[in-house]
């Protein structure tokens, strides 16, 4: 394979409330991906600035930033196009949970998951599988 031409730097909301994560499910380019909200990094945009940007575009939700949970530790290619995926996860909370089951976009749904049922099986793109890992033993130990 290969050497990318370029970085793809994506930013992740993680929304824990009572119990439940917001997963999102979408279609992109023809499969059913189930991922955490969130997107693409636009030029000269801060990552705090475009997880907010891209969850008020997806769910017209308002959130605050928490903290930082993971950021990729490997390299892995994407499946879309010649590029480096780089992902960065934050804790987020929002508003209205209810309101966050609102969709906006065509092709896509967002839903709450028990917590106790994410794994790294939950999540299609293989950078969300590992958060989904690192979620499950975070609950599995008591820590979330």
């Not at 590029?83 to 987020?92: D, E, F, K, R």
């Amino acid at each position: 394979m290969s050497s990318p031409s370029r970085f793809n730097v994506r930013v992740y909301g993680i929304w824990i409330h009572k119990g439940l994560l917001l997963v999102n499910e979408e279609l992109i380019r023809g499969r059913n991906v189930i991922k955490f909200p969130g997107g693409g990094l636009d030029l000269g945009e801060g990552t705090i600035d475009g997880l907010k940007r891209e969850w008020q575009e997806e769910l017209q939700i308002d959130i605050e930033v928490l903290e930082h949970f993971y950021t990729t530790d490997f390299y892995q290619h994407s499946a879309y196009d010649d590029s480096q995926v780089i992902s960065i996860y934050y804790l987020v909370q929002g508003g209205d949970p209810a309101a966050a089951l609102t969709n906006h976009e065509e092709n896509e749904r967002t839903y709450w998951m028990p917590l106790n049922e994410v794994s790294g099986e939950t999540f299609t793109l293989p950078i969300d599988k590992v958060v989904g890992k690192m979620l499950q033993t975070l609950y599995s130990s008591g820590s979330i």
